[in-house]
Structures are given as C-alpha cells and as structure tokens.
C-alpha cells in the first residue's frame, strides 16, 4: 500500500511539474504597433479541453477597436495547418479598451508549436504570437 501510494504521488508531482513548466512557457505575449497594444495569453491548451482559449486584451488612446477577432484571427500549427475561432466571448467593437476570449477547436494530435495570428486593418503584416507545446 506504502509503495503504490508513493508512486501515486511521484506521478502527481511530476504531472504538476510538466504542467508548470508548460504555463511557464505559453506566458503573455504583447505588441505595440500603429498605437494599438495588443496582448495574447492561453489560457487552456489541454488535450481533453472543449476549446482552447486565448485570452486577448486590445488597448489604444486613438481610434476605435473595430476588429473583428473572429474573422480576422487565426491559428496555425507547425505541420501546416490553419484553424479559424469558433466563438469570442467578451466585449464587442468600438471603445479603447478590449478584452475577451478567443475560442477555438482543439487540436488534435497535439502540436509541437502553435501559432496565434491577428491581422489588423492597416498592418502590413498579422501580429504573431507563437508558443512551444511539446
């Protein structure tokens, strides 16, 4: 009994260990261009999970925040693949400030990396936001 529970709870540790050091490595990722900062963070990337979640916070002194997330987002994954968000819970156009979350199916087999993409009306380029998995 002694020894099952000590190998039960050697896979505890190990399990809270690998998943501190996968929180520690999709951490915040922020840009700042045309006046607009844009701040990306996963919220919920397990295999089992119903969506992966990215919370998503847009802040600017000019203009209003008119994106429209899920059409202009997307998420890649290192074999190619691109995945549209199914959903995005949180406040709507206009305004200098926004924040909700950005839904979107999981993707299964798990991917190596995954990256967020979000083009922006005006921006040359989508802001990219990438993060190791495996």
Do not use: C
Not at 46 to 60: E, P, Q
Not at 117 to 131: D, L
């Amino acid at each position: 009994m002694r020894t099952r529970l000590t190998v039960l709870l050697s896979g505890i540790l190990i399990t809270l260990l690998a998943a501190g050091a996968l929180a520690a490595e999709l951490a915040v990722h922020r840009s700042s261009a045309g006046g607009v900062t844009v701040a990306v963070t996963p919220q919920n990337l397990a295999a089992g999970a119903k969506s992966w979640d990215f919370k998503v916070v847009l802040d600017t002194h000019s203009g209003e925040l008119n994106d429209d997330l899920v059409k202009t987002a997307a998420l890649l994954d290192d074999k190619g693949g691109r995945y549209v968000p199914v959903q995005w819970e949180g406040a709507g156009p206009g305004g200098h400030h926004r924040e909700g979350v950005l839904k979107f199916k999981p993707i299964a087999p798990m991917p190596a990396t995954i990256e967020l993409q979000i083009k922006r009306a005006g921006e040359a380029k989508p802001r990219s936001n990438r993060w190791q998995l495996k």
